[in-house]
């Protein structure tokens, strides 16, 4: 299942009575704010570029603002899966969360490739924000995790 992000677009004022969809968005999220809702999760499917050369698959995937150490690469035969998470920071001691817009944002995303990828020959690297996947073309059995470099 691919999970697409949505937009938000601008409907007439005279649909609401005077006020756009994203005015009426800005309310109801303020509203959440005065009430101290915790920051939402939000679930998105990365953008990928995916390459082919003979002998492999080079995948690249926008993960911005996630550490190398909260990725999992999965492998199991031809079926490469990403998922990633950034969480929100905390208020430090002695300070105080004036504004707060940045939600939790887990990132999920699967490919199903034609040939299946040998996972001990493939190798991850995530740098400036870019998850790069080098998957090496070839059948092995079962379900490999692959450590980010």
Same mark, same amino acid.
């Given at each position: 299942?691919?999970?697409?992000?949505?937009?938000?677009?601008?409907?007439?004022?005279? =649909?609401?009575?005077?006020?756009?969809?994203?005015?009426?968005?800005?309310?109801?999220?303020?509203?959440?704010?005065?009430?101290?809702?915790?920051?939402?999760?939000?679930?998105?499917?990365?953008?990928?570029?995916?390459?082919?050369?003979?002998?492999?698959?080079?995948?690249? =995937?926008?993960?911005?603002?996630?550490?190398? @150490?909260?990725?999992?690469?999965?492998?199991?035969?031809?079926?490469? +899966?990403?998922?990633? =998470?950034?969480? =929100?920071?905390?208020?430090?001691?002695?300070?105080?969360?004036?504004?707060?817009?940045?939600?939790?944002?887990?990132?999920?995303? +699967?490919?199903?490739?034609?040939?299946?990828?040998?996972?001990?020959?493939?190798?991850?690297?995530? @740098?400036?924000?870019?998850?790069?996947?080098?998957?090496?073309?070839?059948?092995?059995?079962?379900?490999?995790?692959?450590?980010?470099?």
């Amino acid at each position: 299942m691919f999970v697409m992000p949505v937009t938000r677009r601008s409907v007439p004022a005279s =649909a609401f009575n005077g006020a756009a969809l994203h005015d009426l968005g800005r309310v109801v999220d303020r509203l959440f704010d005065d009430l101290g809702v915790a920051p939402r999760t939000t679930l998105r499917a990365p953008a990928v570029d995916v390459r082919e050369t003979d002998t492999s698959y080079l995948l690249a =995937a926008d993960l911005p603002g996630v550490a190398k @150490e909260d990725v999992k690469v999965s492998i199991d035969g031809h079926k490469v +899966s990403i998922a990633a =998470a950034v969480k =929100a920071a905390d208020a430090k001691e002695g300070e105080r969360v004036l504004l707060g817009e940045r939600s939790v944002t887990q990132f999920e995303r +699967s490919l199903k490739l034609p040939v299946e990828i040998d996972d001990q020959a493939s190798s991850a690297r995530l @740098e400036n924000g870019v998850l790069t996947l080098t998957l090496v073309k070839k059948g092995r059995p079962g379900a490999t995790q692959l450590a980010i470099n």
